[in-house]
T-cell receptor, first 115, second 115 residues
Framework: GAVVSQHPSRVICKSGTSVKIECRSL??????MFWYRQFPKKSLMLMAT?????????EQGVEKDKFLINHASLTLSTLTVTSAHPEDSSFYIC???????????FGQGTRLTVV | GDSVTQMEGPVTLSEEAFLTINCTYT??????LFWYVQYPGEGLQLLLK?????DKGSNKGFEATYRKETTSFHLEKGSVQVSDSAVYFC??????????????FGSGTQLTVLP
């Protein structure tokens, strides 16, 4: 079964509102989680690395004030898309690193549509 | 920096055909190598991995061998099924025991298997 749970799987919101996406590691503690964005028929683009108990590390070109990341516990990281606009519509995927298995596990993804 | 070059798609095959998806990489040292599969509307699932030279990863009839001399990790399957239709991603993570390292992805290859 899934070891990383991402919620919601699909969300539609109005322009100007904020949306929170959760990523949970179910049976291991993840000090590091990753947030990706995927455009249609494209590969995954790393947005940021989420570190438990400290600030996230954002990739170049990703607005940290728009994409707020919180990693308050060893099993939960959240991505909040603030003041969403239609161009933020995309597929967002989280990943967690399991140190014991040296494995990257992925969530099911969240399809965000901003109308 | 690290990079992964993956065979351009899309690839269309008939059921029971032989599959090869090429993947080469550029990295220092001995990275870990992965193949992930993404079914429509879903996140990524680990298909197989290899962590050192000459290792062969295998799962569900798929195989890939870590070739240091050619810096390659080609994915193969002897007889594909319609259910194998998906997008396949080659990826690497830098070496480093017990530490979280971000994945570098290839561009993805869309595979369609026709009955």
């Amino acid at each position: 079964g899934a070891v990383v749970s991402q919620h919601p799987s699909r969300v539609i919101c109005k322009s100007g509102t904020s949306v929170k996406i959760e990523c949970r590691s179910l049976d291991f503690q993840a000090t590091t989680m990753f947030w990706y964005r995927q455009f249609p028929k494209k590969s995954l683009m790393l947005m940021a690395t989420s570190n438990e108990g400290s600030k996230a590390t954002y990739e170049q070109g990703v607005e940290k004030d728009k994409f707020l990341i919180n990693h308050a516990s060893l099993t939960l990281s959240t991505l909040t898309v603030t003041s969403a606009h239609p161009e933020d519509s995309s597929f967002y995927i989280c990943s967690a690193f399991d140190v014991d298995r040296r494995s990257f596990d992925f969530g099911q993804g969240t399809r965000l549509t901003v109308v | 920096g690290d990079s992964v070059t993956q065979m351009e798609g899309p690839v269309t095959l008939s059921e029971e055909a032989f599959l090869t998806i090429n993947c080469t990489y550029t990295a220092t040292g001995y990275p870990s190598l992965f193949w992930y599969v993404q079914y429509p509307g879903e996140g990524l699932q680990l298909l197989l991995k290899a962590t050192k030279a000459d290792d062969k990863g295998s799962n569900k009839g798929f195989e890939a061998t870590y070739r240091k001399e050619t810096t390659s990790f080609h994915l193969e399957k002897g007889s594909v099924q319609v259910s194998d239709s998906a997008v396949y991603f080659c990826a690497l993570s830098p070496p480093g025991p017990g530490s979280a390292r971000q994945l570098t992805f290839g561009s993805g290859t869309q595979l369609t298997v026709l009955p």
